[in-house]
């Protein structure tokens, strides 16, 4: 079975361009979840959907914004980027949304560079 | 809002050492808590989770945590290490959405 996935693996981008994340759930799961490592950090919460519905999130400025399709794929934008937002960015899906005790499974992420 | 806490940055162990990584919460209501590990070059993979019930949970790989509700701890212990343990552990905590703690390095050494 196909875990998450997520597209590109890499990506170099500069300061002030914007950037399309794309994320694919495990069949089945409704939920995803993006979050944001930095190097040396655990990942910090950026927004979770539910059934195409924003369902969370966490204290990121409005330069990001994500959605989710009908088939439960989803995207994260980022606007105006800035050298720190140089980082892994990570998609995670799950069966459920909201407090759930579902756990979340990982994709290898997309390490977003910003010169 | 919840956090989580995680005491050690970087732990290093010889093989066969006993391990226990410490993880606090701060959040009042009823919470679902989760260790995950990175190995190296691999994505984050759930080793365990508490829910509800026996606050002993075990994981894979011979892990097992302890949820002590008065203490709001989670802590991930291991009796016996080996080298492939070698890794980034980080504990969870979700109350509605997940928020993870900075992580513990584990480094075995042979």
């Known amino acids: 079975d196909a875990g998450v996935t997520q597209s590109p693996t890499h990506l170099i981008k500069t300061r002030g361009q914007q950037v399309t994340l794309r994320c694919s759930p495990i069949?089945?799961?409704?939920?995803v979840s993006w979050y944001q490592q930095v190097l040396g950090q655990g990942p910090q919460f950026i927004f979770q959907y539910y059934e195409k519905e924003e369902r969370g999130r966490g204290n990121f400025p409005d330069r990001f914004s994500a959605r989710q399709f009908p088939n439960y794929s989803s995207e994260l934008n980022v606007n105006a980027l800035l050298l720190g937002d140089s980082a892994l960015y990570l998609c995670?899906?799950?069966?459920?949304?909201?407090?759930?005790?579902?756990?979340?499974?990982f994709g290898d992420g997309t390490r977003l560079s910003i010169l | 809002a919840q956090s989580v806490s995680q005491h050690n940055h970087h732990v290093i162990l010889s093989e066969a050492a006993s391990l226990e990584l410490g993880c606090n919460y701060s959040?009042?209501?009823?919470?679902?808590l989760f260790w995950y590990v990175q190995y190296p070059g691999q994505h984050l993979q759930l080793l365990l989770k508490?829910?509800?019930?026996?606050?002993l949970v075990k994981g894979i790989k011979g892990f097992e945590a302890e949820f002590i509700k008065s203490k709001f701890s989670f802590n991930l212990r291991k009796p016996s290490v080996q080298w492939s343990d070698t890794a980034e552990y980080f504990c969870a905590v979700n109350a509605g959405d997940m928020r993870f703690g900075a992580g513990t390095r584990l480094t075995v050494k042979p």
């Open positions: 995670a899906s799950s069966l459920l949304g909201g407090h759930s005790n579902q756990p979340q499974h």
């Open positions: 508490y829910f509800s019930g026996d606050p």
């Open positions: 959040y009042g209501g009823t919470v679902n």
């Open positions: 069949s089945g799961h409704k939920s």
